[in-house]
Nanobody
Framework: QVQLVESGGGLVQAGGSLRLSCTAS????????MGWHRQAPGKQRELVAR???????TYADSVKDRFTISRDIAGNTVELQMSSLKAEDTAVYYC?????????????WGQGTQVTVSS
């Protein structure tokens, strides 16, 4: 069983910054990747950023050059530094972890943290 706990959401003005953090806990965890998705009201959940165990990073086009993902493998923690925030970044942000289970992957999700950007 794995638990993902997020922190760092909140209200910020457009142009400001926020840092999200997520820590995974559990026994015998093996990760393929960790990252963040978000879901705005009335929209589908979308990938924001992910980072693999090898350090490869992927970003949604809408956040490139504004968001940076980082990971502390030893601490099972992933962080998302968000800068130059825009109103359209307003959403619930969900941490996820792609866990290696035998020869397959399964995703675990955090409870979500609200990010609100005021214009």
């Amino acid at each position: 069983q794995v638990q993902l706990v997020e922190s760092g959401g909140g209200l910020v003005q457009a142009g400001g910054s926020l840092r999200l953090s997520c820590t995974a806990s559990g026994r015998n965890l093996r990760f393929d990747s960790m990252g963040w998705h978000r879901q705005a009201p009335g929209k589908q959940r979308e990938l924001v950023a992910r980072i693999t165990t090898g350090g490869s990073e992927t970003y949604a086009d809408s956040v490139k050059d504004r968001f940076t993902i980082s990971r502390d493998i030893a601490g099972n923690t992933v962080e998302l530094q968000m800068s130059s925030l825009k109103a359209e970044d307003t959403a619930v942000y969900y941490c996820y972890a792609a866990l290696i289970s035998g020869t397959s992957l399964r995703n675990a999700w955090g409870q979500g943290t609200q990010v609100t950007v005021s214009s």
